[in-house]
């Protein structure tokens, strides 16, 4: 049995607090270890941020930004988060740039830094554009006997 939360925010910085609580929720409600939560609310921070930075510029809005959170149980428990926005076209797995991770972090170029973060902390990132809405899914394993449903 999967058990699914799914929320709609508004394309609003001010929405990331209320992203966070829901995944601690969800997180606390699973009994999943504190690090996999911490993980899991970055990722999706980071990811929805540059959604709201970049693919809504100068306030514009759109529909909803929908995050859905599943968890999996048995051998295979995971926890996968869908996040579905109708900016732009982006694949940030593709089209962010690679980070520089070498020297002063004053000296760096911005950019690219994040997704790679996200990639690092999760098992699976993927990105599709489907009916106009670009949907990138996260996925995160948790090792067997960790999470107690």
């Known amino acids: 049995m999967t058990a699914v939360t799914e929320l709609a925010l508004a394309a609003d910085l001010s929405e990331l607090t209320r992203l966070a609580d829901a995944i601690e929720t969800f997180c606390d ?3 999943l270890p504190p690090a996999v939560s911490y993980q899991i609310s970055l990722a999706a921070d980071e ?4 959604v709201i930075s970049y693919g809504f510029p100068d306030g514009a809005t759109g529909l909803p930004i929908t995050v859905r959170l599943a ?3 048995g051998d295979a428990a995971s926890v996968t988060v869908v996040i579905v926005d109708d900016g732009p076209a982006f694949d940030p797995f593709a089209e962010a740039p690679p980070p520089v991770l070498e020297g002063d972090i004053e000296d760096r170029p911005i950019g690219g830094l994040g997704v790679h973060l996200v990639r690092s902390m999760m098992d699976q990132v993927d990105y599709a554009r489907i009916d106009g809405r670009n949907v990138v899914t996260l996925r995160k394993q948790i090792p067997a006997g960790i999470a107690d449903d």
């Open 29 to 31: 409600a699973h009994a």
């Open 47 to 50: 990811l929805i941020t540059n």
């Open 71 to 73: 968890a999996g149980e």
